[in-house]
């Protein structure tokens, strides 16, 4: 398979491969530890790509190596050095860098399974669903690189890697002054395109075995939906504004939690509704081509004609008749007061689903126990999410807390949350947000920073038996995203540690 070293064409792969002394050899062991093991392939710059073990943690390990070293690779071992500072679980990871003068390498994670340009030229244009799924993964990624001031500068069909476990993690970082946070976003946009059409939207791919994509005379990208059917309005959407220079490029963190909404839906984008990427602090619909404005406007102008013929026509058959006026006031017979006043719905409880909510889990967390968040919303008193055990009861002052996102899918209006725990003394309220910012530990960051407490703020209140039902909501606005947040965890059943478990959460409104 394609393990890392693909990507796209840079001035400096045009200047052919390196120097070729140095050269290494299977069986022949690196710094002592590393042992290559199989060569797989040499990139566009020509370094070579190998498998290797690693014989002091008995790891698989992939080395990408170039020779000679010193000033040639110092860019490699840079990048290297700088993609080592970012962990996430959508990222290889990187494990040494080493200049051993006469010749330069990187060890990184060693994935098994292919890279998405195998995958889509063995399998051909991938599902929506499929492309939407991988798209989720790289926007997570970059959302965590771009989050540390970073960027990848090598998002490729070639650096896309897809596990056989089903892992989607990206590769080989090799940013330089010419890359920003933008060409990263729109080369998200080109993976879109081609995991949907198998055709690389950007000129830039020179000799690169990824073929040209579709254009017509002018030079203008053919949409996916016009190469083949099946493509969602949405999407084929989606990909065309991320591709489309005129039309501002979102955050990473606000295309990852747009991408977390598309995957969500699945194969069913009929509701997903407009784009909602999320520009600092506000929440803004992307920017649209003149001509579905246009479309837009004449639309609206259509149902506001029709609603005011009506209306007249509401109003002269009402004047019309015998019997006057009907307000109540008005008529001769009001009618009684008890049968005139609507009466005022019960709250339901709303049916919570997994694809619903998630843990959110701050760093240092290490969303370990992210699987669990289910177990809160399947109607099972049995089954729970159990948190980690801490030293302290306020997390041991790693962070301000952890606890259970609800997104409702919709703004609905709420009247109360119950949450069923293991034992008392829980500190616990909740908050509520504007969006998700995204599945990863940058977004739980966001979340915990940016969500907003309901009711009046009591540090000091804590649950006084195992269910605690909160009715904070303002009965004039709806909510979408909700969170339940643990912010004082009560002792663990052996006296000497703390822990809570969440076993049920019902969320009621209209």
Same mark, same amino acid.
């Given at each position: 398979? $394609?393990?890392?070293?693909?990507?796209?064409?840079?001035?400096?792969?045009?200047?052919?491969?390196?120097?070729?002394?140095?050269?290494?050899?299977?069986?022949?062991?690196?710094?002592?530890?590393?042992?290559?093991?199989?060569?797989?392939?040499?990139?566009?710059?020509?370094?070579? !790509?190998?498998?290797?073990?690693?014989?002091?943690?008995?790891?698989? !390990?992939?080395?990408?190596?170039?020779?000679?070293?010193?000033?040639?690779?110092?860019?490699?071992?840079?990048?290297?050095?700088?993609?080592?500072?970012?962990?996430? #679980?959508?990222?290889?990871?990187?494990?040494?860098?080493?200049?051993?003068?006469?010749?330069?390498?990187?060890?990184?994670?060693?994935?098994?399974?292919?890279?998405?340009?195998?995958?889509?030229?063995?399998?051909?244009?991938?599902?929506?669903?499929?492309?939407?799924?991988?798209?989720?993964?790289?926007?997570?990624?970059?959302?965590?690189?771009?989050?540390?001031?970073?960027?990848?500068?090598?998002?490729?069909?070639?650096?896309?890697?897809?596990?056989?476990?089903?892992?989607?993690?990206?590769?080989?970082?090799?940013?330089?002054?010419?890359?920003?946070?933008?060409?990263?976003?729109?080369?998200?946009?080109?993976?879109?395109?081609?995991?949907?059409?198998?055709?690389? #939207?950007? $000129?830039?791919?020179?000799?690169? =075995?990824?073929?040209?994509?579709?254009?017509?005379?002018?030079?203008?990208?053919?949409?996916?939906?016009?190469?083949?059917?099946?493509?969602? /309005?949405?999407?084929?959407?989606?990909?065309?504004?991320? @591709?489309?220079?005129?039309? %501002?490029?979102?955050?990473?963190?606000?295309? /990852?939690?747009?991408?977390?909404?598309?995957?969500? =839906?699945?194969?069913?984008?009929?509701?997903?509704?407009? @784009?909602?990427?999320?520009?600092?602090?506000?929440?803004?619909?992307?920017?649209?081509?003149?001509?579905?404005?246009?479309?837009?406007?004449?639309?609206?102008?259509?149902? %506001?004609?029709?609603?005011?013929?009506?209306?007249?026509? /509401?109003?002269?058959?009402?004047?019309?008749?015998?019997?006057?006026? $009907?307000?109540?006031?008005?008529?001769?017979?009001?009618?009684?007061?008890?049968?005139?006043?609507?009466?005022?719905?019960? #709250?339901?409880?709303?049916?919570?689903?997994?694809?619903?909510?998630?843990?959110?889990?701050?760093?240092?967390?290490?969303?370990?126990?992210?699987?669990?968040?289910?177990?809160?919303?399947?109607?099972?008193?049995?089954?729970?999410?159990?948190?980690?055990?801490?030293? $302290? %009861?306020?997390?041991?002052?790693?962070?301000?807390?952890?606890?259970?996102?609800?997104?409702?899918?919709?703004?609905?209006?709420?009247?109360?949350?119950?949450?069923?725990?293991?034992?008392?003394?829980?500190?616990?309220?909740?908050?509520?947000?504007?969006?998700?910012?995204?599945?990863?530990?940058?977004?739980?960051?966001?979340?915990?920073?940016?969500?907003?407490?309901?009711?009046?703020?009591?540090?000091?209140?804590?649950?006084?038996?195992?269910?605690?039902?909160?009715?904070?909501?303002? %009965?004039?606005?709806?909510?979408?995203?909700?969170?339940?947040?643990?912010?004082?965890?009560?002792?663990?059943?052996?006296?000497?540690?703390?822990?809570?478990?969440?076993?049920?959460?019902?969320?009621?409104?209209?």
């Amino acid at each position: 398979m $394609t393990q890392v070293g693909e990507g796209h064409e840079t001035a400096a792969d045009a200047d052919g491969p390196v120097m070729t002394f140095g050269a290494p050899t299977a069986g022949e062991i690196l710094a002592e530890r590393y042992q290559l093991e199989v060569h797989v392939n040499d990139d566009s710059a020509g370094r070579q !790509v190998w498998r290797g073990i690693d014989v002091v943690l008995r790891r698989p !390990v992939a080395v990408v190596l170039r020779y000679p070293g010193g000033d040639s690779a110092t860019e490699m071992l840079q990048a290297a050095v700088d993609a080592s500072r970012v962990i996430h #679980p959508n990222l290889v990871g990187v494990y040494d860098a080493i200049d051993e003068g006469a010749r330069a390498y990187v060890v990184r994670e060693w994935v098994d399974g292919e890279s998405l340009r195998e995958m889509v030229t063995e399998e051909g244009p991938l599902d929506p669903a499929r492309a939407t799924a991988i798209a989720h993964s790289i926007g997570d990624a970059l959302a965590a690189v771009h989050a540390t001031g970073m960027v990848h500068g090598n998002v490729h069909p070639g650096t896309a890697l897809i596990a056989d476990d089903g892992r989607v993690v990206l590769a080989d970082a090799r940013a330089d002054s010419a890359d920003t946070t933008e060409t990263d976003i729109r080369a998200v946009g080109g993976l879109l395109y081609y995991a949907l059409t198998a055709r690389w #939207p950007h $000129t830039e791919v020179g000799q690169s =075995a990824v073929p040209d994509a579709t254009r017509d005379a002018s030079g203008n990208l053919a949409a996916p939906r016009q190469i083949r059917a099946g493509v969602p /309005a949405y999407l084929d959407d989606l990909t065309m504004d991320l @591709l489309d220079k005129r039309v %501002a490029a979102p955050d990473a963190d606000a295309l /990852a939690a747009e991408m977390a909404r598309l995957d969500a =839906a699945d194969d069913d984008y009929d509701d997903v509704g407009p @784009l909602r990427f999320t520009q600092g602090n506000g929440t803004a619909e992307a920017p649209r081509s003149t001509s579905k404005i246009m479309l837009g406007v004449a639309a609206l102008l259509v149902i %506001a004609v029709i609603g005011l013929i009506f209306g007249i026509r /509401a109003i002269t058959s009402s004047s019309g008749s015998s019997g006057g006026p $009907t307000q109540a006031g008005l008529g001769a017979d009001k009618p009684n007061t008890s049968d005139s006043q609507q009466a005022v719905p019960e #709250p339901q409880k709303f049916k919570l689903t997994e694809d619903m909510v998630r843990i959110v889990d701050p760093p240092p967390g290490d969303r370990s126990d992210s699987d669990e968040a289910k177990l809160v919303v399947d109607d099972n008193g049995e089954t729970a999410w159990e948190t980690h055990r801490f030293n $302290t %009861a306020k997390f041991g002052n790693l962070k301000k807390g952890m606890g259970v996102l609800i997104n409702l899918g919709e703004p609905r209006n709420l009247s109360e949350i119950s949450v069923e725990t293991s034992s008392p003394g829980v500190g616990m309220d909740i908050r509520t947000g504007t969006s998700d910012p995204g599945n990863n530990s940058n977004g739980d960051k966001k979340v915990v920073e940016t969500f907003k407490r309901l009711g009046e703020a009591d540090a000091d209140w804590k649950s006084d038996g195992t269910k605690e039902v909160f009715s904070v909501f303002d %009965a004039n606005t709806k909510y979408q995203y909700v969170l339940v947040f643990i912010t004082e965890l009560p002792r663990a059943d052996n006296g000497d540690r703390f822990q809570v478990s969440v076993s049920e959460i019902s969320v009621f409104g209209y």
